[in-house]
T-cell receptor
Framework: DSGVTQTPKHLITATGQRVTLRCSPR?????VYWYQQSLDQGLQFLIQ???????AKGNILERFSAQQFPDLHSELNLSSLELGDSALYFC??????????????FGPGTRLTVL | QQQVKQSPQSLIVQKGGISIINCAYE??????FPWYQQFPGKGPALLIA?????SEKKEGRFTISFNKSAKQFSLHIMDSQPGDSATYFC???????????FGKGTMLLVSP
């Protein structure tokens, strides 16, 4: 158990809909990262938040957005869903210490299926 | 643009054999190279990591070999066991950012 929690575990929805994925980082971790995992693209970094502020952006679509709240939990919002958005979405957290290495701890993921 | 190339995509090794997975990177600003292990239905978990000031790091049966001039690094699993069957991802981080760039993964199957 990494200490990172994600809800829900599974989500089935229809095209055009909007969903929210939730992540609680490990106690004490200030950084939250969101990744999308699909069979053909592997693990793709989407976005990082550090202590409530956006720190880095990766391959995140404009239809997707995220935020990190004062209690450090994070939400990933996916809107106007398309079939191709079906994937595993992982949240990871870290202390965000750039010196001496920086382990990211991954949650169990949310499997999104868009029908 | 993929910045970390991983091979092979899949690998079958006999129990007791050596599993070798290779990665190559392009960005010379990368300064931290972790390997993650992922079992079906689980999130990736850090297995072992190396920084480029050393050429090798060993933890139990797992060894990372690092070749800075060739911009390549590899994971060796000695005495491979069926319980090692999982997907392995190499990754790289650097250039002032804490985000990781992952390879596409290698599905390892260790046959009994």
């Amino acid at each position: 158990d990494s200490g990172v929690t994600q809800t829900p575990k599974h989500l089935i929805t229809a095209t055009g809909q909007r969903v929210t994925l939730r992540c609680s980082p490990r106690s004490g971790d200030l950084s939250v990262y969101w990744y999308q995992q699909s069979l053909d693209q592997g693990l793709q970094f989407l976005i990082q938040y550090y202590n409530g502020e956006e720190r880095a952006k990766g391959n995140i679509l404009e239809r997707f957005s995220a935020q990190q709240f004062p209690d450090l939990h994070s939400e990933l919002n996916l809107s106007s869903l398309e079939l191709g958005d079906s994937a595993l979405y992982f949240c990871a957290s870290s202390v965000d210490a750039l010196t001496g290495g920086d382990t990211q701890y991954f949650g169990p993921g949310t499997r999104l299926t868009v029908l | 643009q993929q910045q970390v190339k991983q091979s092979p995509q899949s690998l079958i090794v006999q129990k007791g054999g050596i599993s070798i997975i290779n990665c190559a990177y392009e960005n010379t600003a990368f300064d931290y190279f972790p390997w993650y292990q992922q079992f079906p239905g689980k999130g990736p978990a850090l297995l072992i990591a190396i920084r480029p000031d050393v050429s090798e790091k060993k933890e139990g049966r797992f060894t990372i070999s690092f070749n800075k001039s060739a911009k390549q690094f590899s994971l060796h699993i000695m005495d491979s066991q069926p319980g090692d069957s999982a997907t392995y991802f190499c990754a790289a981080r650097g250039g002032g950012y804490s985000t990781l760039t992952f390879g596409k993964g290698t599905m390892l199957l260790v046959s009994p």
